[in-house]
T-cell receptor, first 114, second 116 residues
Framework: AQTVTQSQPEMSVQEAETVTLSCTYDTSENNYYLFWYKQPPSRQMILVIRQEAYKQQNATENRFSVNFQKAAKSFSLKISDSQLGDTAMYFCAFMGYNNNDMRFGAGTRLTVKP | GAVVSQHPSRVICKSGTSVKIECRSLDFQATTMFWYRQFPKQSLMLMATSNEGSKATYEQGVEKDKFLINHASLTLSTLTVTSAHPEDSSFYIC????????????FGSGTRLTVV
């Protein structure tokens, strides 16, 4: 079974600075998808960024980028120019290529300080 | 974008009663929906996969007779918590795939269930 590990329960960053959230996973599959979701206090899950394992290029979405290291099974999220609205829980998620269900890490609570 | 509507957002029920939570896909068809449970300050735990027109697939440890899932149409899946107990109090979230699988899933806004 796939497992997703987020080793940072809580992190904080000053507004406008950069922060990196860590995520590692375990799988025997070669093709799969990785995601970062944001869950603000409203509890609504919001997709931040996604990565396809067969693509070597790291995904980027505006201020959000990932460092995908397939051999190391690592998938970290970098948030640049942090904004107060980035304060939320961030979940790393794994989905197999042939399996429809999504598995989540324990989450990292990020606080952006003014 | 695609929206998954989940109702109710909050519900309080008495022990021993049943509660139904609805999850609707708006403007798209969802052959598969997923039900998650989230305890306070914890991650989302997959409970079951809901397949339109067939029986749901439950994760190990999830009681299928307690958490009844019905996916009778391509736009509606329901989760019924039967004979609810206080330990069933939790946050329940549904999700559905929109388009190809690599785009991930769209999530409902969740239901906070409190059993008193």
């Amino acid at each position: 079974a796939q497992t997703v590990t987020q080793s940072q329960p809580e992190m904080s960053v000053q507004e406008a600075e950069t922060v990196t959230l860590s995520c590692t996973y375990d799988t025997s599959e070669n093709n799969y998808y990785l995601f970062w979701y944001k869950q603000p206090p409203s509890r609504q899950m919001i997709l931040v960024i996604r990565q396809e394992a067969y693509k070597q290029q790291n995904a980027t979405e505006n201020r959000f980028s990932v460092n995908f290291q397939k051999a190391a099974k690592s998938f970290s999220l970098k948030i640049s120019d942090s904004q107060l609205g980035d304060t939320a829980m961030y979940f790393c998620a794994f989905m197999g290529y042939n399996n429809n269900d999504m598995r989540f890490g324990a989450g990292t609570r990020l606080t952006v300080k003014p | 974008g695609a929206v998954v509507s989940q109702h109710p957002s909050r519900v309080i029920c008495k022990s021993g009663t049943s509660v139904k939570i609805e999850c609707r896909s708006l403007d798209f068809q969802a052959t598969t929906m997923f039900w998650y449970r989230q305890f306070p300050k914890q991650s989302l735990m997959l409970m079951a996969t809901s397949n339109e027109g067939s029986k749901a697939t439950y994760e190990q440890g999830v009681e299928k007779d307690k958490f009844l899932i019905n996916h009778a149409s391509l736009t509606l899946s329901t989760l019924t918590v039967t004979s609810a107990h206080p330990e069933d109090s939790s946050f329940y979230i549904c999700s559905a795939r929109v388009g190809t699988v690599d785009y991930g899933y769209t999530f409902g806004s969740g239901t906070r269930l409190t059993v008193v």
